[in-house]
């Protein structure tokens, strides 16, 4: 049971560059979102989504882009890299308990991205 | 405005002493409180998590104590180890709502041999 599983695990870019982290979860999970985790700022939540074609704002989308076609796959765009955006990417998903948000969250590894 | 405030920043403790982490809320409407663990390398996974109709809730080494008129809950580790050497998040959310999970700033926590 691979759970969630981020790509790649470590990319470096230049200043606007662009590219994509890909998000897989095989649990059947509704609900799926991006943190990002920097140095004593914790986990910041960048965009989520409630279900499949769907997505919302979090607290720091600035800079990013994000689209959910399959339910299975949550994917985070950086259209213009900067060195603001170094950092580690989270992905995560969480399961519906009947119709509410069960509330735990299932974390992938990690993305390290570094933009020069 | 920070939802949610955690401290200590960092904590070191001897193996059997007890590390406490403590965290404060500022929005009423938050009605799921979870701790979650991370060691170096790897995602963060659910440790314990806590709702506001109870004070207190534990789970074999590890006790949430929640005030919720203080607007405030705490992580207790009991006989800490070495193992438990890692950055603890605590978290809230609207939880009756859906809503994504709020963390605080995170606390590492080592516990010395």
């Known amino acids: 049971n691979a759970g969630v599983t981020q790509t790649p695990k470590f990319r470096v870019l230049k200043t606007g560059q662009s590219m994509t982290l890909l998000c897989a979860q095989d649990m059947n999970h509704e609900y799926m979102y991006w943190y990002r985790q920097d140095p004593g700022m914790g986990l910041r939540l960048i965009h989520y989504?409630?279900?499949?074609?769907?997505?919302a704002k979090g607290e720091v989308p600035d800079g990013y882009n994000v689209s959910r076609l399959k339910k299975q796959n949550f994917l985070l765009g950086l259209e213009s890299a900067a060195p603001s955006q170094t950092s580690v990417y989270f992905c995560?998903?969480?399961?519906?308990?009947?119709?509410?948000?069960?509330?735990?969250?299932?974390f992938g590894e990690g993305s390290r991205l570094t933009v020069l | 405005q920070q939802q949610v405030k955690q401290s200590p920043q960092s904590l070191i403790v001897q193996k059997g002493g007890i590390p406490i982490i403590n965290c404060a809320y500022e929005?009423?409407?938050?009605?799921?409180f979870p701790w979650y663990q991370q060691f170096p390398g790897k995602g963060p996974a659910l440790l314990i998590a806590i709702r506001p109709d109870v004070s207190e809730k534990k789970e074999g080494r590890f006790t949430i104590s929640f005030n919720k008129s203080a607007k405030q809950f705490s992580l207790h580790i009991m006989d800490s180890q070495p193992g438990d050497s890692a950055t603890y998040f605590c978290?809230?959310?609207?939880?009756?709502?859906?809503?994504?999970?709020?963390f605080g700033k995170g606390t590492t926590l080592s516990v010395s041999s």
């Open positions: 929005n009423t409407a938050f009605d799921y």
């Open positions: 978290a809230a959310s609207k939880d009756q709502a859906g809503t994504a999970l709020i």
């Open positions: 989504s409630v279900g499949e074609g769907t997505t």
């Open positions: 995560a998903s969480s399961p519906l308990w009947g119709r509410v948000n069960t509330g735990e969250l299932f």
